[in-house]
């Protein structure tokens, strides 16, 4: 019994204590740096700050180098899948963009009667200031879901700062450097945003699920949520401005969840517009 | 002569194969996310790890390991330094296998394999959720631990391959 405690202990000694051949550094150095790293980025000192930009700058331009040969089969992937069904398509498209048409003719009579009222009610009116990214690292990690962009602060890009794909929210600025920026996708678990959802005008906190999908929490008033009901921005917070689109509601009869189907498909995104809503009395 | 040259400086590049590889894996990721499989995502870098420190520590030095785990974080977002703490840990537990083994076997390796990625999951979850406060989805992990265990015997198959080819008799 002696004997093999002794094995395992040598065993264990040899195996993180001992620098072995063609090895320049020993095992439990190496780890014992490491929690240093772990404990200074905790307490966030400013060494690894340091650290860590220099490392964003080089791994993001390198990442999208590298992750060249795998875009161009993402890219071919996509292009054939999207060949097949051009045709179903583009009838779904037909049909609603007749509906789109028809909606058309009401909506510029109701953008005017908006603006009269907002400023009958002397609310900030926002100007948007929009810059265009293209996305350079899109990697899905069990952990966390985000994309890198090739904007930084040397093009004015804040921390908190909406991301949009075309009209629709997908996230926002969580990390800048000089010449890039992370964007928190709105499918992390750790996104969480004020949003309104309509008809019924219900406020609700719209939560990231790590997947495709999101979930309405925080509310009251489930029952009157509504299949199809469209998700928007509320507006609170002042971070983003309201009535920016999400996505669409699906209630899940089997859990009585409320799942949020986002407009825009996050593993499909090339070119984003980071956009800043700055309020500017009238 | 030179056709020679050309030769050597060919196998040389391929015996910094798993470097590059590492590398690359780290960079790239090798997501697969495109293809929209709700439940698929494997670890590639600790299926590498695990294999060359294991049948031939001297491929991947500890140090580059250490520079490789501060990249996976940049570019995967998670905090400094654990990514590199997985790995360093993952180098250990086949140290010790190493150590300890007289007579090598497949299925020992992958079941010992199985069981460091457990535990390396184990710490690093526990680590992001309690010290950083990160939300995390916990079956994500559990299903990445299951294929990157799955896919360990298929690569192992092919690293063997690639070790015989390359380094040959030298290989332990």
Request: glycine share 6%; hydrophobic share 45%.
């Amino acid at each position: 019994m002696q004997a093999s405690r002794d094995d395992f202990v040598i065993a264990i000694r040899s195996a993180f204590l001992k620098k072995e051949n063609k090895q320049k550094f020993s095992l439990v150095a190496l780890i014992f740096l490491t929690f240093l790293i772990l404990v200074s980025e905790k307490f966030n000192l400013k060494p690894i700050d340091y650290l860590k930009i220099s490392l964003r700058e080089i791994a993001y331009r390198s990442t999208f180098i590298v992750s060249i040969p795998e875009n161009f089969i993402k890219k071919s992937y996509i292009a054939t899948k999207n060949h097949f069904s051009v045709y179903e398509e583009n009838k779904i498209l037909k049909e609603r963009l007749d509906i789109e048409l028809s909606k058309n003719y009401n909506s510029e009579y109701i953008i005017e009667e908006n603006k009269r009222l907002r400023s009958a009610i002397e609310e900030l009116e926002s100007i948007p200031s929009e810059i265009v990214g293209k996305v350079l690292v899109d990697k899905k990690s069990p952990f966390l879901r985000s994309i890198i962009v090739n904007r930084g602060s040397r093009d004015g890009i804040e921390l908190g700062m909406a991301v949009m794909d075309k009209s629709y929210l997908i996230g926002k600025i969580v990390e800048v450097t000089f010449t890039t920026s992370r964007v928190l996708l709105l499918s992390d678990l750790n996104s969480k945003i004020p949003v309104d959802l309509m008809p019924n005008n219900i406020q609700s906190i719209l939560s990231g699920t790590g997947e495709h999908h999101g979930l309405i929490q925080y509310t009251r008033q489930q029952s009157l949520i509504e299949n199809d009901a469209i998700v928007f921005t509320s507006g609170a917070g002042g971070l983003f401005k309201s009535g920016i689109p999400i996505g669409k509601i699906y209630k899940d009869p089997l859990n009585s969840r409320v799942i949020v189907n986002f407009f825009s498909d996050f593993s499909q995104l090339r070119f984003v517009k980071i956009v800043s809503f700055k309020g500017k009395p009238e | 002569m030179g056709e020679i040259n050309k030769l050597n400086n060919f196998r040389k590049i391929l015996e910094k194969g798993p470097i590059i590889l590492l590398i690359v894996s780290v960079l790239n990721e090798f997501d697969f996310n495109y293809l929209n499989l709700k439940y698929f995502s494997f670890n590639f870098p600790f299926i590498l790890i695990y294999f060359w420190s294991l049948k031939r520590s001297g491929s991947l030095g500890y140090g580059l390991i250490f520079l490789s785990g501060l990249f996976n974080d940049i570019v995967t977002g998670l905090p400094i330094g654990v990514s590199s703490l997985a790995y360093l840990l993952i180098c250990g537990f086949s140290a010790y296998l190493r150590n300890i083994t007289l007579r090598p076997s497949a299925i020992k390796d992958w079941f010992f394999f199985g069981f460091t990625i457990l535990v390396v999951n184990s710490l690093i979850y526990l680590i992001i959720s309690l010290i950083f406060n990160v939300e995390l989805n916990y079956y994500s992990i559990l299903v990445n631990i299951l294929f990157t265990f799955l896919f360990y015997i298929i690569f192992s198959g092919l690293f063997n391959y690639y070790l015989k080819l390359i380094f040959g008799a030298q290989s332990v």
